[in-house]
C-alpha cells in the first residue's frame, strides 16, 4: 500500500511522523506493508520550487493508494499573491486527485467534554455529527471576473453545480448515512439561490435510492443557529463547498477537539486524501507540543476509506481513546489533573495501546 | 413623522400592535406625532392580491419616514413557486427601498444570561457584537441560470460586488464602530474569491477615513469558529450578504435571546426597514403569547436611526431592561422564578415604566 506523505509547513512535519510511526506498528501487527514517498506542497514547496503545487508532487499523489497530509501554510507566505499561496496545495490537490467528498466528522471526545464551549444541557450524551462537503465545485471553482467599472471595479464569482455533480455528493452522504444513524439534513439556501434549488430537486431524487434514510432540509442560516441551539438533532449533513466550509468549521468548534478532528477527502475511486483539520500552528511547531492525534486519526480514516481496513481503523481509534481515557493530555487539551505529554509521547502512547 | 406599519403573518400582528402602543406612548409623552399606515406584505398579501408585495405596498412604504414590519411567512405559503413566496416581500422591499445596510445586533440581556447555549466562562461579561450585513448586493441579487446540460442542469448563482457598494457598507460599519468600541472585523474569504480580495482592498482604502478604528480582516469559516471560541473579541463585524446572512443567524443563537432582538436596515437617505429576527412563529400566532420586545426594541432602532430621537430610543430600550429586571417573561423566556405574562401585558408593562 502505497501512501504518499505530504509533510507540509509547522507542526505538519512532526504530527504525520507520528502517524507513519501508528501506520508501521498497524503494519507490524497484521502483516500489512506500507510504503511512504515524503512530497513536498505548500509553502516548503513555495520556497524550494517556486509553487505550492509542483506537478512532480501532484503526479506521485496520483500514483499513490492514499495521501496524507500534515498542515499547510503561514505567516511566512501569507503577502504573496493568490496563485502562489501555500492553499492553492489543497485546492489543486483536490481538484487534481478529484476528491469531490470532504467528510468530516464533529466528535466530542466525551474524555473532552469540558473542553466544549457548550453548556452541559445542551451537549448532553455528546456531539457526533458528521458533515460532509462537496470539495471540487461551487463557488471555490466556478469563473471569476475582476474588471473597472466607474468609479472602481466590479468583481465576480459563480457558484455553479450541475445534476451530476449533486448526484455523487448526496450518495456519499446517503451512503455515510446508511453506516451511521440513518439520518441526512441536507443544507441549501433554496429560498435565494438557483444552485440551491436545484441541490434540493436532485438530492430528492437520489434520496428515492435510500429508502431508509430520513431526509430532511434546512436553510444555512437556520443551520448555522441549530448547530449551537440542538446540535444533537443532527447526523449526517450534506452541504456545498462553500457552506461545508462554513458549517463544519462551526460543527468542530462545538466539540471544542479542534486537535483531534480528522478528516477524508474521497473521490470516485479508492485514492482518499486524508489531513487533521487543524492549521500549521507555527507558534509551537517543532517544539513537540502538537497534538498528533488528529493526525493519526486521519490515518484511521485512510485505513477505512482508502484501504478497506476497518478492524485495524477501529483499533487506532480506540487507542486514542484509551489514551485519553489513561489522563493523557497534550498543550491543546490539557485540563488540571491530567498528565501532559509530547508530539512523541502521546504517540509512543498510541502505539503502546496498539 | 409617517410609519409604514406591515403587520404581516403569524405573531407580526400582534407584536407590531404593541410596538405602535409603545410609539404613541412616546409620542404622548415628548409631544412628537406618529402616524401609521398599515401595509399588506408577505402571505397576507398574497392570498388578498397575488402577490407578496404588492407595488402600491412599496410605493406607500418609499413615501412614508420608517417602515416596521412584524415578520412575514408561514407553512401555508412553503410550496408556492419562489417568486411568490413570502420572503420575496423582504427582498422587494430591501431593493424597493434601497436598504443596503442591515444591523443586526447581537446582545446578551445580563437579565437572561441564563439562556445562552454558551458556558459562563465564555461569556464572561456579555456579549454585544454589531453585525452590519449588506444587504441588497452579492449572490441574492446577482445573475442566476438554469440550463439543460447531458445528464441533467447546471445552475449558477453569481456573487457581484462593486466598488462602491463596498464604500458605502465599510462607512456604515466604521461609522457604527465609531460609536461602539471602535473595532471593526471584516469578514471575507479573500482566500478563494476574487470578490472578497476586492471587498478587502475597498475596506482597508475606506479605513483611511477612519483612523481610530482598529481595523482586523477574518476568513468567515475562522469566523463561526471564533464567534463559539471568543465572541467577547468582537466589536463591529462586517461581511457581504451571504455571509452575514449565516454569521448574524449565528452570533444571534450564541445569545439565546431570538426573541428579543431586533434589527435595522438602512440606506443613504433616513428612511429605514425596521422588523425583529424572529420570524412568524404560527404555532403560537394570535394566542397572546409572543414576545413584542424584539419589535418594540426595533422601534427603538427607528426612533434613533430614521428619526434622530437617541433619547427617546434609550428611553425604550431602558424600559425594556427595566421589565426584565422586575422578572416579568413570555413563555419563549421564561425561567423558574419568574413572573409569565402575554404579549398585551408585556406591552402595558415597557409603556408603565416610560
Ligand atoms: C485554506 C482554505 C482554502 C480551505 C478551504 O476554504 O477549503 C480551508 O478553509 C479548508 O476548509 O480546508
Ligand atoms: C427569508 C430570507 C430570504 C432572509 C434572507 O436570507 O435574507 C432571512 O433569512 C433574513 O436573514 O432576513
Redesign the interface.
Given at each position: 500500500m502505497k501512501i504518499a506523505l505530504i509533510p507540509g509547513d509547522g507542526i505538519g512535519p512532526e504530527v504525520t511522523y507520528e502517524s507513519r510511526r501508528v501506520l508501521n506498528a498497524i503494519g507490524e501487527k497484521f502483516g500489512h506493508s506500507f510504503s511512504f514517498t515524503e512530497v513536498p506542497a505548500g509553502g516548503n514547496a513555495i520556497d524550494s520550487f517556486g509553487h505550492p503545487l509542483p506537478q512532480e508532487s501532484l503526479d506521485e499523489c496520483k500514483k499513490s493508494d492514499a495521501v496524507l497530509l500534515g498542515a499547510v501554510g503561514g505567516p511566512k507566505w501569507d503577502d504573496l499573491p493568490?496563485e502562489l499561496?501555500p492553499?492553492q496545495a489543497l485546492l489543486g490537490l483536490r481538484k487534481g486527485l478529484g476528491v469531490f467528498a470532504n467528510l468530516r466528522p464533529a466528535v466530542l471526545f466525551s474524555q473532552l467534554k469540558g473542553a466544549?464551549?457548550?453548556?452541559e444541557e445542551?451537549i448532553g450524551d455528546g456531539i457526533d455529527i458528521l458533515v460532509v462537503r462537496e470539495l471540487t465545485g461551487g463557488?471555490?471553482f466556478?469563473p471569476?471576473?475582476?474588471k473597472e467599472?466607474p468609479?472602481?471595479?466590479?468583481?465576480?464569482?459563480?457558484?455553479?453545480?450541475?445534476?451530476?455533480e449533486i448526484?455523487r455528493i448526496a450518495r456519499v452522504a446517503f451512503n455515510a448515512a446508511m453506516k451511521r444513524n440513518k439520518r441526512l439534513c441536507s443544507v441549501d439556501?433554496a429560498?435565494?439561490?438557483?444552485?440551491s434549488?436545484?441541490?434540493r430537486k436532485?438530492v430528492i431524487e437520489v434520496a428515492k435510492e435510500y429508502p431508509e434514510v430520513e431526509l430532511s432540509h434546512m436553510y444555512?442560516?437556520?443551520c448555522?443557529?441549530q448547530l449551537?441551539?440542538y446540535p444533537r438533532q443532527f447526523d449526517v449533513i450534506v452541504t456545498s463547498n462553500?457552506?461545508g466550509?462554513?458549517?463544519s468549521?462551526?460543527a468542530?468548534?462545538?466539540t471544542g477537539s479542534l486537535g483531534m478532528l480528522p478528516s477524508a477527502s474521497l473521490g470516485s475511486s479508492t485514492l482518499g486524501l486524508y489531513e487533521p483539520i487543524h492549521g500549521t500552528a507555527p507558534d509551537i511547531a517543532g517544539q513537540n507540543k502538537a497534538n498528533p492525534l488528529a493526525s493519526i486519526l486521519s490515518t484511521a480514516m485512510m485505513l477505512r476509506y482508502s484501504f478497506n481496513l476497518e478492524k485495524e481503523a477501529q483499533l487506532i481509534e480506540d487507542a486514542v481513546r484509551g489514551v485519553l481515557e489513561d489522563g493523557y493530555r497534550t498543550g491543546d487539551i490539557m485540563e488540571t489533573g491530567k498528565k501532559l505529554v509530547g508530539t512523541k509521547e502521546m504517540g509512543d502512547l498510541v502505539i503502546a495501546k496498539l
Open positions: 493568490g499561496r492553499e466544549s464551549a457548550l453548556k445542551i463557488i471555490y466556478g471569476k471576473t475582476l467599472v468609479g472602481g471595479y466590479e468583481a465576480t464569482d459563480t457558484e455553479v453545480y450541475n445534476t451530476g448526484k439556501k429560498n435565494i439561490l438557483e444552485s434549488r436545484l441541490w436532485v444555512v442560516d437556520n448555522a443557529m449551537i441551539r462553500m457552506f466550509d462554513i458549517l468549521d462551526e468542530s468548534m462545538l
